[in-house]
């Protein structure tokens, strides 16, 4: 497995992004997704998973109703987007993937994914 995130960018208050993560290693239907952002001075935090079979999906309480997770396993692809983005949603966000033998279960915890993107900066002004 091999992610590759990228999509983020400079943006005002209330604009959208769709970051994307690709697995280069072509696999990623066999895994749980994750995204996960870290703010300076701030630990890693949950933002949104997906469940490897695609059927559920979990939201931090902060991203709820602005923030939509979706993937493409015939793209080896996932996808966040964003809409109405706030100062606070300010991170370098990363996507991560997870083998699990629950096909319908999303994680929240950053330890529990095996693999880990680089990650790409959103930058939200007021």
């Known amino acids: 497995v091999q992610l590759q995130a990228s999509g983020g960018g400079m943006v005002q208050a209330g604009d959208s992004l769709r970051l994307s993560c690709v697995d280069s290693?072509?696999?990623?239907?066999?895994?749980?997704m994750g995204w996960f952002r870290q703010a300076p001075g701030k630990e890693r935090e949950f933002v949104g998973g997906m469940s490897r079979d695609g059927e559920v999906a979990r939201y931090a309480d902060s991203v709820k109703g602005r923030f939509t997770i979706s993937r493409d396993d015939a793209k080896n692809a996932a996808y966040l987007q964003t809409i109405s983005l706030r100062p606070e949603d300010t991170a370098v966000y990363f996507c991560a993937a997870r083998t699990t033998i629950f096909v319908s279960h999303v994680s929240v915890e950053p330890e529990r994914y095996e693999y880990w993107g680089q990650g790409t900066q959103v930058t939200v002004s007021s």
């Open positions: 290693g072509g696999s990623l239907s066999s895994y749980a």
